[in-house]
């Protein structure tokens, strides 16, 4: 190992001077050269050709394991450590990609409001003008979706819910929370994308009730709706009930505030 060392970095230092500080000699150092490659060196270099020729078909998604499986279904007898042990010599990792969860349904026959909030994001008074959208967190037991409401003036939550279904209940009661708290005045608008959720009579009914102004973004247009929630992380939460307990405690809702706060 001192040997290989010294030969991948004889470039950079002396060699003398590497022996010496690696307590080699330097005859023992050139005569290792001469040498031929051992039959285990020559068995590792084909072995590291075939794993990184996999990892690179896979797009760099395949580890261990997946390797090891391709390998043997190849005919070649190899163990996992030493699959292990060849990824580290290479430096290869697999790069798993992020789930990804559909949260907007706009192929829907519920009405569709205009897009009263024309991309105006900023120069608003406190409860005038929100933004709501749902988000997911990926769990052991399944995904956990987040609806949450947003004042413009502010930028911050105001109301939020979760559940494991989605479904107009989740972005109600969202709304609920976020009214019940900050009791807003007549007219605030309330803006969202084009989803079945917030298209459906239950949210478009509990408008209503609130005296709120309902406002889409236009079909398939981020921009129309650039300030909702920002993308959830990669970790992977054990269980609901704790990603619900960790969630109330990072981002705690904020104290009611009357309608002409600051």
């Not at 105001?158 to 559940?163: A, K």
């Not at 005045?185 to 509990?206: K, M, N, T």
Request: charged fraction near 20%; aromatic fraction near 8%.
């Amino acid at each position: 190992m001192r040997y290989a060392w010294i030969e991948q970095h004889r470039d950079d230092y002396a060699v003398s001077r590497m022996c010496r500080l690696l307590a080699v000699s330097r005859t023992g150092f050139l005569q290792w050269r001469r040498r031929p490659p051992s039959a285990r060196a020559q068995a590792n270099a084909r072995l590291d050709a075939q794993v990184a020729a996999l990892h690179a078909a896979s797009k760099s998604s395949y580890g261990r394991p997946r390797i090891v499986h391709e390998l043997r279904a190849q005919g070649l007898q190899v163990g996992h450590e030493r699959v292990r042990r060849s990824l580290q010599r290479q430096a290869l990792r697999p790069v798993y990609k992020r789930p990804y969860r559909v949260t907007t349904d706009s192929h829907h026959g519920q009405p569709v409001a205009s897009n009263v909030l024309a991309r105006q994001f900023d120069g608003w008074a406190i409860n005038r003008a929100w933004v709501c959208d749902i988000t997911y967190l990926h769990t052991g037991e399944g995904w956990l979706y987040l609806a949450a409401v947003m004042d413009l003036a502010s930028r911050r939550i105001v109301g939020w819910s979760m559940s494991p279904r989605l479904h107009a209940d989740l972005v109600c009661q969202a709304l609920k929370t976020a009214y019940v708290r900050r009791k807003p005045p007549p007219g605030v608008i309330l803006h969202s994308d084009r989803g079945s959720q917030y298209a459906s009579a239950q949210h478009r009914q509990l408008l209503n009730d609130f005296r709120m102004q309902q406002s889409m973004s236009g079909r398939a247009n981020c921009w129309d709706n650039v300030p909702s929630l920002p993308p959830t992380s990669a970790h992977r939460w054990p269980r609901r009930t704790g990603t619900a307990i960790a969630i109330a405690r990072t981002r705690p809702l904020p104290r009611s505030r009357p309608a002409s706060g600051p």
